[in-house]
């Protein structure tokens, strides 16, 4: 009888022991802090995470010890500027230690967007060789889980795989962003720090589902009177596409690449008005970063007059919420796409890709790659990334790292009317205007009638004349103006003109006046 008491009260002391340990929960750093990653230079970098309420909770790395007691079920402690180097090991203790290797202090840059920032290595050009050679521990790479929350989230979500940081090497580029990496290889390259890229991206969005929700009702409440719509009108939309597919079939015709993906619910898409900022960008908030670069516009270009407040508000919000000031941010221009046009005409593409530049032209720290090189006429995703993420490196080592380089194409500045000719005058020569391959092409001209006409067009020194013979008083001129256009404007240093125009009128993508905001 009394081995029995002795063996029930061991029992029951072991499970008492469980309980009580159950009852502590482990210190647990934020999901973006594991093994390999990469930790900001030259600012005050923030580590967070959870513990249970009151719990000391003690963080030391690269000869810093910082303590915190947590609150809430949450900790925070902010380490002082640190020097670029590494592997260092970080230990975060409380009533348990985690210890995480390999980490790297240098350069942390966002890489966010829609299809064309989240277009894979594996699926670009030259994507063998680029791979195969493409080994660098001092490059490191992670992925945000994708989809979208109706509510702000506060760390990464639980995955059958776990997110973590990771060397670049051929085993994890493949699937990660290629304008992410070509942007990141040549800043490694330039700087020679160590550099983490963290890809947070879904393809086919639009920039409201990237912003919060407390500036979009207060700016942009339309984009929830839109969606209410889509919602309300799903049934039906739904109803369509599956009779075009049955008529399609039935026919026995081929289904249209565009057609081949049901349509969204738009209770769960994550097109959803901030959506993707509520899992994809609150999440890494604060995490320490020099910028961001993006990639997006496509989504917004049946909407490119709204896009001029949009954009620029979307990137104020990140900043708000970063508290790290204005932080760099560099975008992509739309690429050329679809039919090309031999007169000139209306384009929702051209206006889109002139609320960017007013965005570049008028947003503090921003700039934008211009890549008219390098579009497809039936393909949205251009496979030449390298060209993108190198102009974007340009960008940033001038507008984030102060470097006194030329990291824009020529950039329209003013016109003035000489007879029947406009002369147009730039900035951002790089050395000297060229045309390259041939005669200047992509310019049109108008007059008073506002009716625009291919023009001829000749570099001057550092001007450019145009003029045609069926406008003898020109009032406007408009280079590039197109979905997908052809012109050839570049500087010396090897980079293309933004395409623009030097009048406001008003556009297809523009409200009707009653609407106008």
């Known amino acids: 009888m009394q081995r029995f008491n002795r063996v029930c009260l061991i029992a029951f002391s072991t499970f008492a022991l469980l309980l009580a340990t159950a009852a502590f929960a482990a210190v647990k750093p934020h999901g973006l802090f594991t093994d390999n990653a990469v930790l900001q230079q030259g600012q005050k970098v923030p580590v967070w995470g959870a513990a249970d309420d009151g719990e000391k909770v003690t963080v030391k790395f690269c000869g810093q010890v910082v303590s915190t007691v947590a609150k809430g079920g949450k900790w925070k402690v902010w380490l002082k500027p ?74 990464l979500p639980v995955a059958q795989t776990p997110v973590s940081w990771q060397e670049c090497a051929p085993e994890t580029l493949p699937e990660f962003s290629a304008v992410g990496y070509f942007f990141g290889k040549h800043l490694r390259a330039a700087l020679e720090v160590p550099v983490g890229l963290i890809s947070s991206n879904v393809g086919g969005t639009p920039a409201e589902a990237w912003t919060k929700r407390a500036v979009l009702e207060k700016e942009f409440p339309e984009v929830f009177t839109r969606h209410a719509a889509a919602i309300k009108d799903f049934p039906q939309t739904l109803e369509r596409y599956n009779k075009a597919i049955a008529d399609l079939r039935k026919a026995h015709k081929e289904i249209p690449q565009t057609m081949k993906r049901v349509p969204d619910n738009p209770v769960t898409s994550s097109k959803r008005p901030c959506g993707l900022y509520n899992a994809m960008i609150a999440p890494i908030l604060p995490y320490a970063i020099k910028g961001a670069i993006w990639y997006q516009g496509e989504s917004n270009s049946g909407r490119a007059f709204e896009y001029r407040k949009l954009f620029p508000a979307m990137i104020k919000c990140w900043r708000d919420d970063w508290k790290q000031g204005d932080f760099p941010f560099l975008f992509v221009q739309l690429a050329p796409f679809m039919k090309i046009e031999t007169e000139p005409k209306e384009s929702g593409w051209a206006e889109l890709r002139e609320a960017q530049l007013f965005t570049a032209l008028h947003v503090p720290k921003t700039a934008q790659a211009v890549i008219t090189d390098v579009g497809e006429e039936n393909d949205v995703h251009p496979k030449q990334k390298d060209p993108v993420g190198a102009r974007l490196a340009l960008a940033a080592r001038a507008v984030a790292y102060g470097e006194k380089i030329e990291f824009s194409g020529p950039a329209y500045a003013s016109l003035k009317v000489e007879g029947n000719k406009a002369v147009l005058s730039f900035t951002h020569l790089g050395g000297g205007l060229v045309a390259k391959d041939g005669a200047l092409k992509g310019f049109a001209i108008a007059g008073a009638d506002k009716k625009f006409v291919n023009a001829q067009a000749e570099i001057q020194g550092d001007k450019i004349v145009v003029c045609s013979d069926k406008v003898s008083k020109p009032v406007a001129v408009r280079y590039g103006w197109a979905n997908f256009p052809v012109v050839n404007l570049w500087n010396k240093a090897g980079l293309p003109a933004s395409p623009f125009r030097t009048d406001d009128w008003p556009g297809v993508t523009w409200p009707k006046p009653a609407e106008k905001k």
């Open 82 to 155: 640190l020097k670029a180097g590494g592997p260092f090991t970080m230990t975060i203790c409380g009533k348990n230690c985690v210890e995480l290797k390999n980490v790297l202090v240098g350069e942390v840059w966002i890489c966010s967007g829609q299809s064309n920032m989240q277009w894979n290595v594996r699926s670009s050009a030259d994507a063998e060789k680029v791979i195969a050679q493409c080994k660098d521990p001092m490059v490191r790479l992670i992925t945000i889980p994708r989809g979208g929350k109706d509510e702000p989230q506060s760390d």
